[in-house]
């Protein structure tokens, strides 16, 4: 029933949802998921960094209208032990990592005030506790978006954490900006948040990358709300 509600109260936004507000594949993307049309995980750019599902169980998606296309929906919160959890997981590939590029990366999110955990990760490359990686997640039970950056050698976690909450119902697009020594993180196009990053802060390293979970293991901060529109630049 909750589910059902939520897809209403999409719809009920058609005007900001529909058609004109969906993203559209751009050069500039090195990889774009839209999970549209026949095969629903391939990489929209044509660069081969199709989706493969990785999960525990139980845990899958499922696919709902959004617009003129379609969305995908994960699991529901769960808090009894064995919990469903799935991630989507492109092979590793190196022109996913940036280095010391600028880099933006982003996803349209929708999530409930009753979706929310300590973390969910939306779309991710590489692990802070053992290598480089950039990262955009949705933080707490308030639901506020956050974009992370680890280098190579320093295992700081240089976090944007956004003002605004995305836990109301509502479609919202994220975007995670890296450019020189500012991280900043955007909601809906306006800046909600950044923080100062080391000028020679190098995201490189032979993890794939992960779209709704680390992984299917415990822990994998699963998300768990409905998501379109993935997308990674780098160099612009």
């Not at 629903?40 to 989706?51: F, M, N, V, Y």
């Not at 697009?173 to 450019?179: A, G, K």
């Amino acid at each position: 029933m909750r589910r059902a509600i939520l897809f209403a109260v999409a719809l009920a936004f058609a005007g900001v949802i529909g058609p004109s507000a969906r993203a559209s594949t751009r050069p500039d993307y090195v990889v774009f998921y839209n999970f549209d049309g026949q095969a629903p995980l391939a990489d929209a750019t044509g660069h081969g960094h199709d989706l493969t599902p990785v999960s525990r169980h139980g845990g899958s998606y499922a696919t709902v209208a959004r617009g003129d296309g379609r969305a995908l929906l994960f699991p529901e919160p769960c808090h009894d032990e064995p919990c469903p959890r799935i991630a989507l997981r492109a092979v590793p590939a190196d022109d996913l990592n940036p280095g010391r590029r600028p880099i933006r990366w982003g996803a349209s999110v929708r999530l409930a005030a009753d979706e929310t955990t300590k973390g969910e990760n939306v779309v991710q490359k590489g692990y802070s506790a053992a290598n480089s990686q950039y990262k955009l997640q949705i933080d707490g039970a308030e639901g506020r978006p956050s974009c992370v950056l680890v280098d190579d050698d320093e295992p700081t976690i240089h976090l944007a954490l956004s003002s605004v909450s995305v836990a109301d119902g509502r479609w919202h697009q994220l975007e995670c900006r890296r450019s020189g020594t500012d991280l900043a993180i955007l909601v809906d196009g306006a800046r909600r948040g950044g923080v100062t990053v080391p000028a020679g802060l190098s995201v490189r390293n032979r993890i794939p990358l992960s779209v709704g979970g680390k992984g299917s293991f415990h822990n994998n901060d699963q998300f768990q709300g409905a998501l379109d529109e993935v997308w990674v630049s780098i160099g612009q």
